[in-house]
């Protein structure tokens, strides 16, 4: 079933609180907002953009705290599917073309497909979550209370990047 054209509903329609609910349970669950949005069982959802723009305005009233929320527990969400992808076998086929033209298929493990699923979520986590989900990257440098600060930051320069004052 398509989903209705026209106009999206107003943030004061008696409905939008319970859609938001629903919006917001799924998005808790590890959905995209734009797969909400879009999804053929149509529950009178407006568009992503509309929602986003009630978020950005907090309208109706503690919308932005409400998907606030939501997008945390979204991020959860996805750390757990990380795991489950990399543990459960993903069974699928195989086609490739011989040499001699035709087709020779074979079924099994699709690893690259489960290292694609955990390496899209790390690396979405990474960027939206640092502190929670990204690298943690350490400098140690020794400093001497007789340095100058020139020689201090040259010092830190070098231990980043070890090609500079070489």
Known sequence: MA???GRPPKYNDPEIPAIL???FRRMSLGESLLSITQDEDDF???PA???RLWVLNDTPKGIAAQYAKARELQYESWSDQIIDHADK???GQKRK???EGGEEITEGDCVDRARLKVDARKWIL???APKKYG???EVDTTLHAGDSLTEMMLKVRQQQNPIIGA
């Open 89 to 91: 076998p993903l069974i």
């Open 44 to 46: 009178g959802c407006p």
């Open 97 to 99: 073309t011989t040499a």
């Open 135 to 137: 690298d943690k990257v």
């Open 126 to 128: 990474s960027k939206l």
């Open 3 to 5: 989903k209705k054209a």
């Open 49 to 51: 953009p509309t929602i």
């Open 21 to 23: 609910d629903e919006v």
